[in-house]
Structure formats: structure tokens, C-alpha cells
């Protein structure tokens, strides 16, 4: 404990009212301990204020379960302040791109440009340095260019050879590489001048990614920090996009610069830079509209429907599978739009994942600067997927750890739970099943068994946020929280869920379902039970031979009483012989004693008439009442032996009929 908090914990307690303080005794001990970290929730204080309720709740002597309660407020008010930080780390990241890509779309400065790229690389990736090296094709190595938080004059003077150096070897090898401790990796090749420069920096871990223009390398991007550090895959795509951002900005001015030396040696300079002139503003206006539009919100379509415009042609976004295989592979390998047929194709791809395809149709003749127009909606395209995937990722795993929280925290405060629904759209009161789902399809191998998996949590985890449920991966399959609609069943729930799931991967998708569930909140094991429930409905399912296929308990008959979880006795009888017993009740009637005395007697009208002392024509009107309530088959094997079921846990359950008149 820090000496201001001990302090903290020694003073008087403030007066009511008194500003940016919140008493943690505020309402009952088991209640309103997440009032305080709320304010500081809203107020966007430091995460170590968080520890400030509970050292006041112990100073001012409070009961252990409000400080216990408070511990527990504490925890999931720095989930939140967690998750909201890392929303705000990928707008930030997001507002930086475009920003550049902005700056990129009306270059003037080359080295502004590429300096404010350094710049929000290293404030994004938190690292202490970060700088950008370019090839030197007529000395054959690699030189630092621009260079922020460097304090070592040797280390910004420092020039690597090809393959020498983590930077020589991604100038070499156009990929990128990382590693935690730069002196103690043996992969690069460790020379003196270079291990000194690095030395006098002070870094241990670095990044560096290739910057390239086609298939050439032109440089390398890097991100270092002077302690050791693990980069994460999505820092490494960050990076990667900065790089495609730097090498488009050289690759710009490279442009600019043949103009300007074109301009220069040709008699017709005027008319030259007049069509270099339109042609480039109107590539800034191009980067400009699409900048705006990925801001406001705008999708895919949205920017293929702006190219359209201004290439005046038709572009279309499509996925990879539906693209012509070859040009897509070449437009990958060389980085731009390449001819196929009568139509220019652009692939849209983040690394080596290959994300789908601009494509632009019926336009065979199109000018450098157009098909870089073209080149560069498809980076903007990647980079808007990347984005989407990136919040729809984050959706998926908070929905996931909310059902989570509902099956295995039990001691979890009800109304904060459905306070996290309400922010997924979600409805904790409405009536709900839970279902549980498993793949049916057999594996290759452990790799192939994972990957399916993962195709199924994903499909579940869509299907829960269109229909505003909850989806999370457990016990080897996928098990879906999901509301009833008015007059729909949970069995028919579970076999759309069946087919739908199926439809998705690829594969059979067996889903067993729970009997619906109702205020999930007021008891701490409902969910879990219902889960339990819709499990054994699941292994009920494939043991029948019914994989691939959906159900619940309750289609099972009497078998349903064995699968549910709370024994539905009074539910089973209702389903089977409740009209029966309705119709005695309402009319005094004895049909239900008559056909208690029917089975009895195998089914013999007449020994019943015998057994009831009534007249045969009498069994048999009763008979056809019974029939027209319960249905013509209810004397069909099965409907019988459910039925001779209801009856005797009817009669088990205090509805025994009276005794026989002699």
C-alpha cells in the first residue's frame, strides 16, 4: 500500500456530499457497492483510484462482506475500464490510419509524411523508439532515414547490409521479423557495428516489417522498446499497415519527382503537368472521399460504390472464392491491380490473409494513376475488414463471457448482469432456451478438429448477436443462450439452430435444447441447469442416431421426464392427458376413471363395462370422447404407454379418480 492511500485510510471520513469522493457505505452491505467505481468509471480516473472504496471501507470499520462485495465491484469495474481502454486503443489506432492515409492522399513533404507515420507508430505500439530505414540500390545496403525517441547519434547513423541485423534480413527477405531479446537471438546476423549501434540505443526487443512496392523492398519500417517485450499479432499487422502507408507515400513522391523531371526535359511540360496535376488531385479527392467514408461509418459496398464514380465504372467487392483464382493470386504476389479479360482485379489482403477482391468491370483500358486509385480502395478495404473483424471479435468475446459468468459465477449481482445484456441487446428477463451444440463431422486430425471448432463458435457467435443472444465455445461444442419468439417451441428453435449452425460450416450440427427458462437472473443455477438439461438432450440425440438433427426434452414423451433437468412430472401429465382432466373437472364427468379402467382391463370394453358396473354403448361414448380430445392415434403403442404413464403419475400426484360405484 502506497503511502498516500495509507494516509488516505488514516483521515476522518469526508462530509456527505463533499466533492470527488463517493462513501463506500452507501445502501445495504450486499448492495450499491458499484456506485463508487461507476463515478470512477465515468470520470475516466487511474486505475490504481480503484483501490480508494475499499481502503475507506476498512479505515471507517465496515462489515467484511461490504468490503468483500466491494473487492468484487472493483474486479468488474476494471474489466470495463479494461475493455472501454482497448475500444479506445483501436479507434485510436483507426484514427491514426486514416489520418495518414489522409496525409498520404495530399502529400506535399515526403519526409512530414513519413515522420508523422514514425510518430503515430511508435504512440500507437507504445514502444520507446521507432524508425524507418530505405535500400540503398547503388551501395546495396540499408540506411536510416527517419528515426523518433532515438538518443544515440551512432544508432541514426547506422547503415546495414543485406541480410545483416534484423533489419537486413527483412530488407533481404521482404518479411517481418521480431524478437524479444535482439542480442540473444542467433537467427540474424550479429556484426560490430551494428550490435554497437544497437547498444548504445539501449533496445532489446524489436519489430520490423518490410516496406514494399510490388515485389521490390524499398526499406523497412521497425517499433523497439529497451526492455523485453512480446509483440502480438496485431501490433505486427499495425505496423505492416503503416509500412503499405510509408511505401505508398515514397512510392507518391517518387511520382511527384518524375513529373517534376518531366516537366523539366519536355517541350509539351505545361500540358504534362496539367494532366499530372488533375490526375493526382483527383487521387486526393478519391483518398479524401473514402477516408470520410470509412469515418462515418461506411462499408465495403460503400467504398467499391464510390470508386465506381469516380473511375466512372462499375466496381464490386467480392470474396476471394468468387474471384478469378490466378489474376487474385498474381494481384497479391505483386501488390496492384492486374488485367483479367475485360476487367481489373485488386486483391484485398492483410498480410498473408487473402480477404476478397475489388473488381473492376468491363474497363479494359485504364492509366497508371487509375489503377492505383483502384490498388489503393483495396487497401482502404482491407483495412476497413480488419477493423469490422477486430469489433465484431471483441463483441463475440464479451457475449461469450457473460454466458460464461451465467453458468459458472452464480454469486454475480443480477442487475449488473443484465445491465452487460442490455449493452448486447440482450433481454435477461424474456424467456429463453439454452442449447447445446456439437459438430458431427470427423475429423483429419487434432489441427483439423480445432479449426472446426472454431468455425462453429464463430457461426454460433453470429447467429446469438443477430438474434440478440449470447454464444460461447464449452465442453468441446458451442452452447447458445437464445430468446423464444411468441408462439415458437424449443424444439423448433433447436432444429432451425441445427440446420442453420449446419448450413454454416459445412458439416452436421447436432443441438439438444433445454425446456424454456424464464427470468434467468432470480436463481443462481438456472442457466446452468438448463444447460445440463439441453446436454443430455444432446447425448440423447446422438444415441438414438439422430446426429445432425435438433430437439428438446420435451419431444422425447416419458423419456423427456429422464432428460430434464427438474423432473417435469406436472408438465408431462398437462402435455398428455391434461384435456382429459379438464373436461372431468369442467363437467363432472368420469372419463378419466374410464380410461384408468380401460388399460386396466387390456383394453377390453367389455371387462371395463364390467369393472365401472355401466353399460357397454356407455364405455364406448366415453371412448370417443377420449378420443376426440386426446387425438385417433391415442391408442397407438406409444400413445398408450405415455399415457398409462400420465395416468398413474396423476393418480401418484393426489389426482386420484374415485372409487368405482358397485
Not at 244 to 249: D, E, F, H, K, R
Request: aromatic residues 4%.
Amino acid at each position: 500500500m502506497s503511502r498516500d492511500h495509507v494516509q488516505s485510510a488514516e483521515r476522518p471520513a469526508p462530509a456527505a456530499g463533499a466533492p470527488g469522493r463517493t462513501r463506500p457505505d452507501a445502501g445495504p452491505a450486499s448492495g450499491g457497492a458499484e456506485t463508487p467505481f461507476l463515478e470512477l468509471l465515468a470520470r475516466g480516473a487511474p486505475a490504481e483510484a480503484y483501490e480508494q472504496p475499499a481502503l475507506l471501507a476498512r479505515a471507517e470499520g465496515l462489515p467484511a462482506e461490504r468490503i468483500t462485495a466491494l473487492q468484487q465491484a472493483k474486479a468488474l469495474a476494471l474489466r470495463v475500464r479494461a475493455e472501454l481502454e482497448g475500444r479506445r486503443r483501436r479507434e485510436a489506432e483507426l484514427s491514426a490510419l486514416f489520418e495518414t492515409a489522409h496525409d498520404l492522399a495530399g502529400l506535399r513533404d515526403l519526409d512530414a509524411v513519413l515522420q508523422a507515420i514514425v510518430q503515430r507508430a511508435r504512440s500507437l505500439l507504445g514502444t520507446d523508439v521507432a524508425y524507418l530505414s530505405l535500400n540503398d540500390p547503388v551501395r546495396g545496403d540499408t540506411y536510416m532515414r527517419v528515426t523518433e525517441g532515438s538518443v544515440a547519434a551512432r544508432f541514426q547513423q547506422l547503415r546495414l547490409g543485406m541480410g545483416e541485423g534484423l533489419g537486413g534480413l527483412v530488407a533481404q527477405t521482404a518479411r517481418p521479423y521480431v524478437t524479444d531479446d535482439y542480442f540473444r537471438d542467433d537467427r540474424f546476423q550479429h556484426t560490430h557495428s551494428i550490435d554497437t549501434g544497437v547498444r548504445d540505443e539501449g533496445l532489446v526487443a524489436i519489430l520490423g516489417v518490410p516496406l514494399t512496392l510490388g515485389h521490390h523492398v524499398i526499406g523497412v519500417l521497425f517499433a523497439a522498446d529497451r526492455r523485453a517485450r512480446v509483440f502480438e499479432r496485431e501490433q505486427i499487422a499495425l505496423l505492416g499497415s503503416f509500412a503499405a502507408l510509408a511505401a505508398a507515400a515514397i512510392d507518391t513522391a517518387n511520382l511527384l519527382a518524375e513529373t517534376r523531371s518531366a516537366l523539366a526535359g519536355l517541350e509539351r511540360a505545361n500540358e504534362i503537368i496539367k494532366d499530372r496535376s488533375a490526375v493526382i488531385e483527383r487521387a486526393s479527392e478519391v483518398h479524401d472521399r473514402l477516408a470520410e467514408l470509412v469515418l462515418r461509418g461506411g462499408g465495403v459496398h460503400d467504398v467499391a460504390a464510390a470508386v465506381s464514380q469516380v473511375l466512372d465504372g462499375t466496381v464490386e467487392f467480392t470474396e476471394a472464392t468468387a474471384a478469378p483464382g490466378r489474376a487474385l493470386e498474381s494481384s497479391r504476389a505483386e501488390g496492384h491491380a492486374v488485367r483479367h479479360r475485360d476487367d481489373w482485379i485488386a486483391a484485398v489482403a492483410a498480410g498473408d490473409e487473402l480477404l476478397g477482391a475489388l473488381v473492376l468491370r468491363g474497363h479494359p483500358g485504364l492509366d497508371p494513376v487509375d489503377q492505383r486509385t483502384l490498388e489503393r480502395a483495396a487497401m482502404v478495404t482491407s483495412l476497413l475488414l480488419l477493423a469490422r473483424r477486430s469489433a465484431a471479435e471483441a463483441e463475440q468475446r464479451v457475449r461469450g463471457e457473460l454466458l460464461d459468468d451465467l453458468l459458472d459465477a452464480r454469486d454475480r449481482d443480477p442487475r449488473l448482469l443484465r445491465e452487460r445484456a442490455a449493452r448486447l441487446r440482450a433481454d435477461l428477463d424474456a424467456t429463453h432456451a439454452v442449447l447445446a451444440a456439437r459438430l458431427e463431422g470427423p475429423a483429419a486430425d487434432a489441427d483439423g478438429e480445432a479449426d472446426a471448432r472454431r468455425r462453429l463458435w464463430a457461426a454460433a457467435s453470429h447467429l446469438a448477436a443477430t438474434r440478440q443472444g449470447l454464444a460461447a465455445a464449452r465442453d468441446g461444442g458451442t452452447v447458445l443462450l437464445l430468446p423464444l419468439a411468441p408462439g415458437d417451441t424449443a424444439t423448433e428453435l433447436a432444429r432451425r439452430t441445427a440446420r442453420h449452425l449446419g448450413t454454416a460450416v459445412h458439416e452436421p450440427v447436432t443441438v439438444g435444447a433445454s425446456a424454456p427458462v424464464e427470468h434467468l437472473t432470480a436463481r443462481p443455477d438456472t442457466v446452468a441447469a438448463a444447460y445440463a438439461e439441453a446436454r443430455r438432450c444432446l447425448d440423447a440425440l446422438r444415441l438414438l442416431g439422430r446426429a445432425g438433427d435438433g430437439s428438446a426434452a420435451e419431444d422425447f414423451g416419458f423419456l423427456g421426464l429422464l432428460l430434464a433437468g427438474e423432473r417435469d412430472i406436472a408438465g408431462f401429465v398437462t402435455r398428455t392427458i391434461g384435456q382429459v382432466v379438464a373436461y372431468d373437472e369442467r363437467r363432472g364427468t368420469e372419463l378419466l376413471r374410464t380410461l384408468d379402467a380401460y388399460f386396466a382391463c387390456g383394453m377390453s370394453p367389455a371387462r371395463t363395462k364390467d369393472e365401472l358396473h355401466v353399460h357397454v354403448n356407455t364405455v364406448a361414448q366415453r371412448l370417443e370422447r377420449v378420443g376426440r380430445l386426446l387425438g385417433d392415434d391415442w391408442q397407438g403403442p406409444a400413445r398408450a404407454l405415455e399415457i398409462q404413464l400420465a395416468l398413474r403419475l396423476h393418480r401418484l400426484s393426489g389426482g386420484t379418480p374415485p372409487p368405482a360405484r358397485h
